[in-house]
Structures are given as structure tokens and as C-alpha cells.
């Protein structure tokens, strides 16, 4: 009778059934990264010398970025605000002005304001808007998104573009569509009556495009209720020499594209209506103003003092 193949049993199988369990893999050998290398291991460069290379290196790039800020202080003192005379930015009424620029006003403003970090500035303002609230010279409606619709009762937009305008109710429909408490009204400032009180007014960049920015706020203290104040952002005449040489050259063609006068003084104005400032700050070469005031005669009690960036 034939015999049969006898079935293959595999070394492991009998090492099962004998209770000798299978061994477990051998580990894997850790390979040292370049990473996990120590210092100086494969590049030969010691800790101290790379240390000294560093030094070397902050040295360098420190001197050649003074030179490049003596270089553009000199190249802009002496060759762009020399040049050319300087023409006077007359007021004249740019409620046209701004309905041209309306649809494209963001577009162009916040590169600018992007690279200045202005967005800090305008939240800084914002905030400080609480009760029944004014903002004149809204524009676009910059200042919405910044707030703190919780802290106000009311709040009144108005400015002379109705393009604008209606781009603010835009966004602020977006941004508290359950907020009910919200007038938005083309008019011009001087035209506001006098029967509504608020307990804040602001206005954010709007002071240089008025024809006559005194007798503006001198309106807006009547708008104050009693304790009242009025917040500013705005920009005007710098604490450089310079960088005032720069903008009374530009002022003339700048007001006639974006209508305003930037190289006002605003704590001039600010006085000379009669306001009584209770916070300055001023920013970027000193030409940012943030000022809070207050009607002469009013009891306030002061506020905390804060800053986000001091350019």
C-alpha cells in the first residue's frame, strides 16, 4: 500500500503547540537624523564658533538696515520734500468726490491701512462708543465690524454720500441683523438737528474733508447730552519736519483725488472749537490723532489710559 506524503508542519506551529511562543521581531535600529545630531558632529563647526557666526550675522544685518533708514531719511529729506512748491489744500465741499469713490473706496484705503495697522486704531475707537451713539462721516462703514454693539443702546450713521451710505447699512445689517435700534441718514453734518442728544460722537478720518472742521465739531458739541464725549482718529500734520514737508507738497493733489486735507492740525482744531481734550496720542511719525474730548463746563470722570501700537 502506498504511502501517503506526510504534511508539512510548519517550526512555528510546533513551537505553538509546545508552549514556546515565537519570538518577537528584533527592533528597529534608530537612524540619527542630521536633526538629532549633535551640534558640530557632522559640519565640524563647533558650538562656539556657530554661536560667533550668529553674532556676525546680527551685526551685519543690524548695520545695514541703519543704513538703509539714514539712507531714506536723507533721500526723503532732501530730495522729495525739497522739490517743487507746495500748493495749498483749499476746503471745498467733496460730498461728489466721495460718490465716485464709493465702490471702490475699501479697495483702495485698505492697502494703506492694512500696512499702517490701522484696523487697531479704528477698534480702539470703536469700543469707546456706548449709549445712544453717533458716528459722522461713516463712509463705507470701516468701523462697524470693531463694536461693542452690546455697550450701545443706539446708534445713528450719517454722512454726505449716500453711495457710502448705504454701503454702512450693508454692513451692519450683515454684521447684527437682530439690531433694531439703527438710523442710517445722508446728511451732512452741519445739517443735523439739534433735538436728538448722544452720549458718544466719533468720527474716524473724516475731519479733513469738511470745508470748515471747526465750526463741525463746535455743531457736535450741541449733540452732546450733558457728561457727553467725543472721540477722533484722525489724520493731520505730523511731529516731523519732515514728514510735514512731505504732506503740504501732496496736500493739493491728494485732496483733489481723495478729498482730503492731511496735513491739517487737528489738536488745532480740536481747541479752537472749544472742546477740552482729555486723551491725545498720536502715532506713525505723529500724524495718527486719537483724541478724546469733552464739551467745556461737563463733569466726566476720566478714562483708563490704553494704546494698542505707539508708532
Known amino acids: 500500500m502506498p504511502q501517503l506524503p506526510k504534511p508539512k508542519i510548519r517550526a512555528a506551529t510546533v513551537r505553538s503547540a509546545l508552549g514556546n511562543p515565537t519570538p518577537p521581531p528584533p527592533p528597529r535600529m534608530k537612524v540619527q537624523t542630521s536633526r538629532s545630531a549633535p551640534k558640530g ?35 526723503i529729506s532732501h530730495v522729495v520734500a525739497q522739490g517743487g512748491p507746495y500748493e495749498e489744500a483749499k476746503p471745498r465741499d467733496t460730498t461728489q468726490t466721495y460718490e465716485e469713490l464709493a465702490k471702490q473706496y475699501d479697495r483702495i484705503i485698505g492697502r494703506d491701512e492694512l500696512f499702517m495697522g490701522l484696523s487697531f486704531w479704528r477698534k480702539d475707537v470703536a469700543k469707546q462708543a456706548t449709549g445712544d ?18 455697550a450701545v443702546k443706539s446708534i445713528t450713521f450719517v454722512d454726505a454720500s449716500k453711495q457710502m451710505v448705504e454701503q454702512t447699512k450693508e454692513k451692519f445689517k450683515d454684521h447684527y441683523p437682530k439690531y433694531q435700534h439703527a438710523q442710517f ?57 519732515f514728514v510735514n514737508r512731505i504732506l503740504n507738497k501732496s496736500a493739493a493733489s491728494r485732496a483733489e483725488v481723495f478729498g482730503c486735507r492731511w496735513n491739517l492740525d487737528i489738536g488745532d482744531i480740536v481747541r479752537k472749537s472749544g472742546l477740552v481734550i482729555d486723551k491725545e496720542s498720536r502715532s506713525h511719525f505723529g500724524t495718527t490723532w486719537t483724541i478724546i474730548a469733552h464739551r467745556a463746563g461737563d463733569v466726566i470722570s476720566p478714562e483708563p489710559k490704553k494704546r494698542f501700537f505707539i508708532w
Open 41 to 75: 558632529s557632522d559640519t565640524g563647526i563647533s558650538p562656539a564658533e556657530m554661536k560667533e557666526r550668529r553674532r556676525k550675522f546680527l551685526i551685519t544685518a543690524g548695520g545695514l538696515y541703519g543704513t538703509f533708514l539714514v539712507g531714506a531719511y536723507y533721500w
Open 133 to 150: 451713539v453717533l458716528e459722522v462721516s461713516c463712509g463705507t462703514g470701516r468701523n462697524v465690524s470693531y463694536l461693542n454693539i452690546p
Open 185 to 241: 441718514l445722508t446728511k451732512k453734518v452741519e445739517d443735523l438737528p439739534l433735538d436728538i442728544k448722544y452720549d458718544t460722537v466719533f468720527e474716524t478720518f473724516g475731519l479733513c474733508s469738511h470745508e470748515d472742521p471747526v465750526y463741525v465739531l463746535m455743531h457736535l458739541q450741541d449733540l452732546l447730552k450733558p457728561g457727553g464725549k467725543i472721540v477722533l482718529l484722525e489724520h493731520g500734520r505730523g511731529t516731523w519736519d
